[in-house]
């Protein structure tokens, strides 16, 4: 079945999903929803034949009735003040903001846990491109006991949400690699670059490995992980191979021996943001391949 | 504090900087060794935390020795005149560290940031602030950014509550021109203090602060024996001593923190601050000055020579905390020789 969709917030992530949006057969979007009339991701709606009011939320919630399913590409305050009217209404809300109100999905990892969740949490752009690889670690040995992600972004692609509010990016990074990803303890961490031209986003995981991990089953399951992600972020890779170091590391969970070094990079697909702006472009994609995963359980349900 | 009236304010940060050249390896009785000596000398402030700051303890960045506020709160129980400070950056700690960190009698945050980034402190001097704590903003990598560009960031920071804007050499890249540059459009255009934090990496570290302080800066930094990232800080007894043959009143006793420098921290060292070829590199190409021995290890580990990844990290412009990029350069080096090998 086709689900009515609209998406709320018309910056950059919203605008961006919006070009993802109109080639996909399973979700229909019908508006862009701003609260700048004057904004480009309206007129960019426009031209493109959608309903780009601008009267934010309450918009949506006077449109109930023909909205199945809604995006939130603002801000986590403006989350948390609607979410509980969206459910109320009966709308299911994919949330890309990081107010965290409903479950956390990472897109390859446990995307069919939450399909009949009202509201779905997509964590943060850092949590999309590394909890997988934090999963793909542990599911190759017997316990990860930490586990730290470094992100980097273009600073040009770091928008005033995540600039005033840096601690809660890497906090809800920080729980997905333990909540979803399976580390028993985590930190994340990350940096903006300013260079001109644009830096390309890049991710490191490092992992702990204790006694006695079987090296290669852990480099295998990074490799397939790299290929999950990218059937859906094309842009998704490892920039060099994963590598294993030798210690000893005198980790928060306890010394290990050895750890694993993944270096990613996530270049964007370019459908409006430019393709530095990875961090975006892997937020908008795995939002997508949740949406599209609804629609299809709701087929599944309905045959 | 000391009544005595002074022309500068000495914040030394053997605790903090010091912590990248011993990879983070302090234990508690050098903690109260190091503070003592700095205390009864007449050191103002003293800066204590992980090199990267507070939180900073990481695979990234080196995991401590000790937890950093078991240390944190060593220093604050020792020192009985000096203020403790702590560095954090944002991205990297939080702000539950400073409310942690104030709770143990830390009274002066510095909040570091790269110097274009300036918009993300505006949480964690908020913070701090309502802590009741001096907040500092500091500018890192201050090479990479004009004197108008500076002055646009550290308005900002002012803006936030910043009570004094530090700019710091984090590369040991600037000659006394670009420091003086930089101070005097500063201290023109805001209304609180300046600061500079310096590193010696082309030699430069203690005349760049004494051109600081002409400029009208009001803050300097250092370390004692100058421990600290890269080829080391501005050593804190030095810029005493050539301060006070200029007639510029610190306030603290030069001929006690040469005794800090020679009976309590050279022993500690694993290695003595010289200015060799890859320290110099840093200073040369504008290379993180943290960087050095992490690309050591990494020169080490994959067989590559140290200078080319220091090198190659400067044409990639990496900033401050993008340490595993280390990594990254190594392995594509250790690939261009291997083919190398086989086509030459």
């Known amino acids: ?303 | 504090m000391t009544d005595k009236a002074t022309d500068y304010r000495l914040i030394d940060s053997t605790l903090r900087d010091g912590s990248h050249a011993i990879s983070h390896q302090y234990y508690a009785e050098d903690v109260i060794r190091i503070v003592e000596g700095l205390d009864a000398a007449g050191v103002q402030v003293i800066e204590i935390a992980h090199g990267d700051g507070l939180g900073g303890s990481s695979f990234n960045y080196g995991f401590s020795a000790v937890p950093e506020k078991e240390l944190i709160a060593k220093a604050c129980e020792t020192a009985q005149q000096a203020q403790i400070a702590c560095l954090m950056l944002p991205g990297i700690g939080l702000a539950d560290d400073l409310r942690e960190v104030r709770e143990l009698g830390v009274s002066v945050a510095r909040i570091a940031v790269h110097c274009t980034e300036a918009d993300i402190t505006e949480q964690h001097i908020k913070v701090a602030k309502e802590l009741g704590m001096e907040a500092i903003g500091f500018l890192m990598m201050a090479h990479m950014n004009s004197p108008e560009g500076l002055v646009e960031q550290a308005r900002l920071l002012q803006s936030y509550g910043a009570d004094t804007v530090y700019i710091a050499d984090s590369a040991g890249a600037m000659t006394v021109d670009d420091v003086r540059r930089r101070v005097n459009a500063l201290v023109g255009a805001l209304e609180v203090p300046v600061g500079v934090h310096a590193h010696n990496n082309l030699s430069m570290a203690v005349a760049n602060s004494i051109a600081a302080y002409e400029e009208g800066a009001r803050n300097l930094d250092g370390t004692s024996a100058g421990l600290g990232a890269g080829a080391g800080n501005c050593p804190t007894e030095i810029l005493a001593a050539v301060s006070t043959k200029y007639g510029i009143e610190t306030g603290v006793d030069p001929l006690a923190l040469m005794d800090v420098a020679e009976d309590v921290v050279r022993p500690i060292m694993p290695r003595q601050q010289v200015i060799d070829r890859a320290g110099l590199l840093l200073g040369y190409a504008g290379v993180y000055g943290s960087f050095l021995l992490h690309a050591e290890r990494a020169a080490e580990r994959y067989g590559v020579p140290q200078s080319e990844i220091l090198l190659e990290l400067g044409r990639r412009k990496v900033v401050g905390g993008q340490e595993d990029m280390i990594i990254d350069v190594a392995l594509e080096l250790a690939r261009k020789h291997a083919e190398q090998e086989i086509t030459g």
């Open chain 1, 1 to 303: 079945m086709t689900l009515r969709c609209a998406i709320v917030g018309s910056g950059n992530i919203g605008t961006d999903l919006m070009v993802k949006m109109m080639r996909s057969d399973k979700l229909q979007l019908t508006a862009l929803v701003g609260i700048d009339p004057a904004s480009e991701g309206l007129a960019r709606a426009r031209d493109l034949g959608l309903d780009a009011p601008h009267e934010g939320p309450q918009w949506i919630l006077d449109h109930a009735d023909d909205i199945d399913m809604l995006f939130d590409a603002t801000s986590a305050y403006v989350h948390v003040r609607h979410y509980k009217q969206y459910a109320e209404a009966g709308i299911t809300a994919i949330d890309l903001t990081p107010a965290a109100r409903g479950p956390k999905v990472i897109a390859a990892v446990n995307l069919t846990e939450h399909l009949d969740a009202p509201n779905i949490n997509m964590v943060t752009c850092g949590g999309q491109a590394t909890t997988p690889m934090a999963y793909a670690i542990r599911r190759a040995v017997d316990r990860l006991p930490y586990c730290e992600m470094v992100s980097t972004v273009a600073s040009k692609s770091a928008g005033p949400g995540t600039r005033q509010n840096i601690d809660e990016f890497t906090k809800t990074t920080s729980t997905a690699l333990r909540e979803i990803g399976g580390a028993e303890l985590s930190k994340a961490i990350i940096i903006l670059n300013p260079a001109d031209p644009p830096i390309i986003m890049r991710n490191t995981v490092f992992g702990a490995l204790p006694e006695g991990t079987d090296h290669d089953a852990v480099l295998e399951s990074v490799y397939d992980m790299e290929k999950t992600v990218s059937a859906y972020v094309p842009g998704y890779r490892l920039k060099n191979q994963p590598v294993i170091e030798e210690g000893p590391y005198n980790t928060p969970g306890g010394v290990v021996p050895h750890r694993v070094v993944v270096l990613l990079e996530v270049e964007g697909a370019g459908d409006y943001l430019p393709p530095y702006a990875g961090n975006l472009d892997i937020m908008t994609a795995a939002a997508m391949r949740v949406g599209e995963a609804i629609a299809d359980h709701r087929e599944g349900d309905s045959a």
